[in-house]
Protein backbone atom coordinates (compact mmCIF):
# COMPACT_ATOMS: atom_id res chain seq x y z
CA UNK A 1 0.00 0.00 0.00
CA UNK A 2 1.69 3.19 -0.97
CA UNK A 3 1.71 5.70 1.91
CA UNK A 4 3.22 9.38 2.39
CA UNK A 5 3.11 10.33 5.82
CA UNK A 6 4.11 14.10 7.01
CA UNK A 7 6.06 15.56 10.10
CA UNK A 8 3.69 17.29 12.36
CA UNK A 9 2.22 20.28 13.05
CA UNK A 10 5.00 23.23 13.18
CA UNK A 11 4.64 27.25 14.73
CA UNK A 12 7.10 29.37 14.01
CA UNK A 13 8.12 33.07 14.23
CA UNK A 14 8.35 35.02 11.17
CA UNK A 15 11.97 34.87 10.29
CA UNK A 16 12.82 31.72 11.12
CA UNK A 17 13.53 28.57 9.21
CA UNK A 18 11.58 25.38 8.40
CA UNK A 19 11.86 22.06 7.24
CA UNK A 20 9.42 20.05 6.54
CA UNK A 21 9.19 16.35 5.20
CA UNK A 22 7.29 13.42 3.86
CA UNK A 23 8.24 9.70 3.88
CA UNK A 24 7.08 7.16 1.06
CA UNK A 25 6.22 3.57 1.28
CA UNK A 26 5.06 0.72 -0.46
CA UNK A 27 6.80 1.74 -3.75
CA UNK A 28 9.95 2.40 -5.51
CA UNK A 29 10.51 6.18 -3.97
CA UNK A 30 13.01 7.08 -6.75
CA UNK A 31 10.53 5.94 -9.33
CA UNK A 32 7.66 8.42 -9.04
CA UNK A 33 7.55 12.36 -8.95
CA UNK A 34 6.21 13.81 -5.81
CA UNK A 35 4.61 17.21 -5.26
CA UNK A 36 4.14 19.56 -2.86
CA UNK A 37 0.47 21.71 -2.77
CA UNK A 38 -0.40 24.90 -0.61
CA UNK A 39 -3.57 24.98 0.97
CA UNK A 40 -4.20 28.81 3.30
CA UNK A 41 -7.20 28.77 5.53
CA UNK A 42 -10.09 28.84 4.19
CA UNK A 43 -8.79 28.72 0.29
CA UNK A 44 -8.03 26.66 -2.83
CA UNK A 45 -5.45 24.32 -3.36
CA UNK A 46 -2.05 25.75 -4.64
CA UNK A 47 0.29 23.43 -6.93
CA UNK A 48 3.91 24.59 -5.57
CA UNK A 49 6.76 22.05 -6.98
CA UNK A 50 7.60 18.69 -7.81
CA UNK A 51 10.89 16.46 -7.39
CA UNK A 52 12.11 13.29 -8.81
CA UNK A 53 14.01 11.62 -6.66
CA UNK A 54 15.91 9.72 -8.56
CA UNK A 55 17.73 12.49 -9.71
CA UNK A 56 16.47 15.30 -7.90
CA UNK A 57 14.86 17.30 -10.90
CA UNK A 58 12.82 20.01 -10.06
CA UNK A 59 10.37 21.86 -10.84
CA UNK A 60 8.65 24.92 -8.94
CA UNK A 61 5.96 27.37 -9.94
CA UNK A 62 6.57 30.43 -10.78
CA UNK A 63 4.47 31.64 -7.42
CA UNK A 64 7.01 29.69 -5.37
CA UNK A 65 10.03 29.57 -7.17
CA UNK A 66 12.74 31.29 -4.63
CA UNK A 67 10.59 31.49 -1.97
CA UNK A 68 10.61 27.69 -1.15
CA UNK A 69 13.45 24.68 -1.77
CA UNK A 70 12.33 21.14 -2.41
CA UNK A 71 14.53 18.29 -2.34
CA UNK A 72 14.31 14.65 -1.61
CA UNK A 73 16.90 12.27 0.46
CA UNK A 74 16.37 8.99 -1.59
CA UNK A 75 18.53 6.73 1.17
CA UNK A 76 15.92 7.19 2.89
CA UNK A 77 12.35 7.69 0.89
CA UNK A 78 12.01 11.29 2.32
CA UNK A 79 11.21 14.68 0.44
CA UNK A 80 10.98 17.84 1.65
CA UNK A 81 10.20 21.40 1.75
CA UNK A 82 11.95 23.82 3.26
CA UNK A 83 11.65 27.68 4.26
CA UNK A 84 14.69 29.82 5.19
CA UNK A 85 12.75 33.37 6.52
CA UNK A 86 9.15 32.38 6.93
CA UNK A 87 6.38 35.13 6.90
CA UNK A 88 2.99 34.76 8.25
CA UNK A 89 1.65 34.58 4.66
CA UNK A 90 3.30 30.91 4.64
CA UNK A 91 0.46 29.90 7.47
CA UNK A 92 -1.35 26.90 5.76
CA UNK A 93 -1.45 23.01 5.49
CA UNK A 94 1.05 21.55 3.11
CA UNK A 95 0.10 18.58 1.31
CA UNK A 96 2.94 16.11 -0.27
CA UNK A 97 1.41 13.71 -2.72
CA UNK A 98 2.30 11.24 -5.75
CA UNK A 99 1.17 10.96 -9.25
CA UNK A 100 -0.53 7.47 -10.14
CA UNK A 101 1.76 6.06 -12.45
CA UNK A 102 5.87 5.95 -12.33
CA UNK A 103 7.20 9.24 -14.59
CA UNK A 104 4.19 10.87 -14.68
CA UNK A 105 3.64 14.53 -13.70
CA UNK A 106 0.39 15.38 -14.50
CA UNK A 107 -1.76 14.16 -11.58
CA UNK A 108 -1.73 13.36 -7.71
CA UNK A 109 -3.40 10.20 -7.03
CA UNK A 110 -1.77 9.59 -3.47
CA UNK A 111 -1.64 12.25 -1.02
CA UNK A 112 -0.38 12.65 2.62
CA UNK A 113 -2.44 14.04 5.61
CA UNK A 114 -1.28 17.32 5.22
CA UNK A 115 1.43 19.36 7.35
CA UNK A 116 -0.32 22.23 9.24
CA UNK A 117 2.18 25.30 9.46
CA UNK A 118 1.36 28.29 11.56
CA UNK A 119 3.65 31.58 11.42
CA UNK A 120 2.85 33.98 14.40
CA UNK A 121 5.10 36.58 16.17
CA UNK B 1 0.60 30.95 -16.64
CA UNK B 2 -2.40 28.81 -17.52
CA UNK B 3 -5.56 29.51 -15.50
CA UNK B 4 -8.37 27.45 -14.66
CA UNK B 5 -12.10 28.99 -14.09
CA UNK B 6 -14.68 27.34 -11.96
CA UNK B 7 -17.76 28.22 -10.72
CA UNK B 8 -17.55 29.43 -7.29
CA UNK B 9 -20.89 27.21 -6.38
CA UNK B 10 -22.75 24.49 -7.29
CA UNK B 11 -26.21 23.10 -5.80
CA UNK B 12 -28.36 20.29 -6.69
CA UNK B 13 -30.80 17.89 -5.06
CA UNK B 14 -29.99 14.74 -4.18
CA UNK B 15 -30.70 12.16 -6.45
CA UNK B 16 -30.17 14.72 -9.43
CA UNK B 17 -27.55 15.57 -11.77
CA UNK B 18 -24.38 18.07 -10.73
CA UNK B 19 -22.04 19.29 -13.60
CA UNK B 20 -18.87 21.23 -12.41
CA UNK B 21 -17.47 22.97 -14.94
CA UNK B 22 -13.59 23.98 -15.22
CA UNK B 23 -12.93 26.40 -18.14
CA UNK B 24 -9.16 27.19 -19.50
CA UNK B 25 -8.09 28.28 -23.24
CA UNK B 26 -8.17 25.32 -25.22
CA UNK B 27 -8.31 23.32 -22.25
CA UNK B 28 -9.71 20.21 -24.88
CA UNK B 29 -6.04 20.15 -25.90
CA UNK B 30 -4.87 19.29 -22.22
CA UNK B 31 -5.68 16.26 -19.45
CA UNK B 32 -7.62 17.27 -16.64
CA UNK B 33 -7.81 15.92 -13.59
CA UNK B 34 -10.22 16.35 -11.18
CA UNK B 35 -10.03 16.34 -6.92
CA UNK B 36 -12.52 16.10 -3.87
CA UNK B 37 -11.77 17.83 -0.48
CA UNK B 38 -14.01 17.20 2.59
CA UNK B 39 -13.59 19.85 5.51
CA UNK B 40 -10.67 18.68 7.05
CA UNK B 41 -9.27 16.40 4.64
CA UNK B 42 -6.58 15.99 2.04
CA UNK B 43 -7.99 15.87 -1.65
CA UNK B 44 -9.54 12.60 -2.73
CA UNK B 45 -8.68 11.97 -6.79
CA UNK B 46 -12.07 11.45 -8.42
CA UNK B 47 -11.04 11.85 -12.19
CA UNK B 48 -8.12 11.33 -14.17
CA UNK B 49 -6.89 12.03 -17.62
CA UNK B 50 -10.23 13.45 -18.36
CA UNK B 51 -12.28 10.54 -17.72
CA UNK B 52 -10.60 7.48 -16.27
CA UNK B 53 -11.77 6.64 -12.54
CA UNK B 54 -9.19 5.49 -10.03
CA UNK B 55 -10.39 2.54 -8.16
CA UNK B 56 -12.64 2.87 -5.42
CA UNK B 57 -14.27 5.75 -7.06
CA UNK B 58 -18.29 5.21 -8.02
CA UNK B 59 -19.45 5.12 -11.19
CA UNK B 60 -21.45 7.96 -10.84
CA UNK B 61 -18.41 10.32 -11.03
CA UNK B 62 -17.28 11.03 -14.87
CA UNK B 63 -15.67 13.38 -17.19
CA UNK B 64 -15.47 15.26 -20.27
CA UNK B 65 -12.77 17.55 -21.43
CA UNK B 66 -13.47 19.25 -24.95
CA UNK B 67 -13.04 22.92 -26.47
CA UNK B 68 -12.42 25.38 -23.62
CA UNK B 69 -14.37 23.76 -20.79
CA UNK B 70 -14.23 20.42 -19.06
CA UNK B 71 -17.08 18.91 -17.17
CA UNK B 72 -17.11 16.87 -13.80
CA UNK B 73 -20.33 15.26 -13.87
CA UNK B 74 -21.55 13.33 -10.93
CA UNK B 75 -25.13 11.34 -11.50
CA UNK B 76 -27.39 10.23 -8.55
CA UNK B 77 -25.91 13.03 -6.37
CA UNK B 78 -26.31 11.54 -2.56
CA UNK B 79 -25.36 13.83 0.99
CA UNK B 80 -21.96 12.38 1.23
CA UNK B 81 -20.78 13.88 -2.03
CA UNK B 82 -21.41 17.69 -0.55
CA UNK B 83 -17.38 18.61 -1.00
CA UNK B 84 -15.00 21.11 -2.64
CA UNK B 85 -13.83 19.82 -6.40
CA UNK B 86 -10.83 20.96 -7.92
CA UNK B 87 -10.23 20.56 -11.38
CA UNK B 88 -6.29 20.37 -12.38
CA UNK B 89 -4.03 20.20 -15.26
CA UNK B 90 -0.49 20.19 -16.43
CA UNK B 91 0.90 23.29 -18.27
CA UNK B 92 3.72 21.60 -20.25
CA UNK B 93 4.56 25.32 -21.85
CA UNK B 94 5.28 26.42 -18.53
CA UNK B 95 6.47 22.72 -16.98
CA UNK B 96 3.96 23.05 -13.60
CA UNK B 97 0.45 21.83 -12.40
CA UNK B 98 -2.17 24.36 -11.92
CA UNK B 99 -5.44 24.27 -10.27
CA UNK B 100 -8.47 25.55 -10.72
CA UNK B 101 -10.13 27.77 -7.81
CA UNK B 102 -12.49 25.02 -6.96
CA UNK B 103 -16.40 24.87 -6.64
CA UNK B 104 -18.05 24.28 -3.53
CA UNK B 105 -20.84 21.37 -4.22
CA UNK B 106 -24.08 21.81 -1.85
CA UNK B 107 -26.86 18.95 -1.64
CA UNK B 108 -29.59 20.74 -0.91
Known amino acids: EVQLVQSGAEVKKPGESLKISCKGS????????IGWVRQMPGKGLEWMGI????????RYSPSFQGQVTISADKSISTAYLQWSSLKASDTAMYYC??????????????WGQGTLVTVSS | SYVLTQPPSVSVAPGKTARITCGGN??????VHWYQQKPGQAPVLVIYYDSDRPSGIPERFSGSNSGNTATLTISRVEAGDEADYYCQVWDSSSDQGVFGGGTKLTVL
Open chain 1, 51 to 58: IYPGDSDT
Open chain 2, 26 to 31: NIGSKS
Open chain 1, 97 to 110: ARPGSSGDTEYFQH
Open chain 1, 26 to 33: GYSFTSYW
